[in-house]
């Protein structure tokens, strides 16, 4: 059993890392942006992914500085591929619920972007439909402040949670991600498929571009792109790297 005084000690000593997994136009291949995936090298049990160690993290209401590790770390990413002159890249972030109930937030993502000498454009928070209920006017406030910053708003897990299309319209939203669970069935479930093209029309409708997530083969990337899915994410292009290898990677992809 994972304890609370593990995860103070994973932040203090710096056990956390983040991976980097690309984002693709369907229509090309290109990468264009990315969503950071935190990871923990656990000193006894070796690599830790987040679904083990980020619920704990809510519980205790570590999430708050472990997510502001996180923001800090993709943003000095950023910094440090402009230094080595590589490609721009959109890097996607997750936050918990608790996030967007800190009202600290915005100040310190402004002054983190400032500091580093990072574009508001440069980045985008991801956000799952169950974290917005908890408290949704704060929480969609805070949004608010960020996309009027120019950072791009994500719904991530998009299908599985509570929300209705209905409710996007009332939402600062630029991006719908459409669950891996929707792309998984694409191929054998008639009903997924209706589903699937029906989201991807209505958003579009709204103005909100479409990432799916969990795209591993070709011919659900065709039947996505089919549906006027214009992004993707998924290990047919590539599962979520290191830097260094993510940073390979989108360079031999240019
Ligand atoms: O990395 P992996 O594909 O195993 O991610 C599993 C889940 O953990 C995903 O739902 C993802 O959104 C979540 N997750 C990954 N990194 C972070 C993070 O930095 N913060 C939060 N809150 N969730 C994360
Ligand atoms: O919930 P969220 O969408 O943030 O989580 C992304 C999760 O999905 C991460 O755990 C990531 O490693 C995983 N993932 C990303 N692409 C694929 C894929 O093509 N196949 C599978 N099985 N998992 C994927
Ligand atoms: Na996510
Ligand atoms: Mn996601």
């Not at 890249?89 to 100040?107: E, F, P, T």
């Amino acid at each position: 059993i994972l304890e609370e005084d593990e995860l103070h000690r994973a932040l203090t000593k710096n056990e956390f890392e983040l991976y980097y997994q690309p984002q693709f136009k369907l229509a090309n291949g290109k990468i264009f942006s990315a969503e950071a995936l935190i990871r923990w090298h656990h000193p006894e049990r070796g690599l830790i992914g987040p679904d083990t160690f980020i619920p704990l993290a809510e519980r205790t209401g570590l999430i708050i500085d472990i997510g502001y590790w996180v923001i800090e770390t993709s943003i000095a990413f950023i910094a440090q591929r402009h230094k080595d002159r590589l490609s721009p890249i959109c890097m996607h972030i997750n936050l918990s619920a608790l996030q967007l109930r800190d009202a600290k937030l915005v100040k310190q993502v402004t002054k983190l972007l400032d500091q580093y000498q990072v574009s508001p454009k440069e980045i985008g928070f991801e956000v799952t439909e169950t974290a917005l209920l908890s408290d949704v006017t704060l929480a969609s406030n805070i949004l608010q402040a960020f996309q009027n910053m120019g950072i791009s708003i994500a719904i991530d897990d998009f299908g599985v949670g509570f929300s209705s299309l209905g409710q996007l319209k009332n939402l600062p939203v630029n991006i719908l991600k459409i669950d891996k669970s929707f792309v998984d069935d694409l191929e054998t479930n008639p009903n997924d498929k209706k589903i699937v093209e029906a989201i991807i029309a209505m958003a579009h409708k709204l103005s909100i571009h479409v990432v799916a997530e969990g795209i591993e083969n070709e011919t659900q990337w065709c039947l996505l792109e089919n549906y006027s899915c214009e992004y993707g994410q998924g290990y047919v292009v590539s599962r979520p790297l290191p830097k260094a290898a993510f940073n390979t990677l989108v360079e031999k992809n240019k």
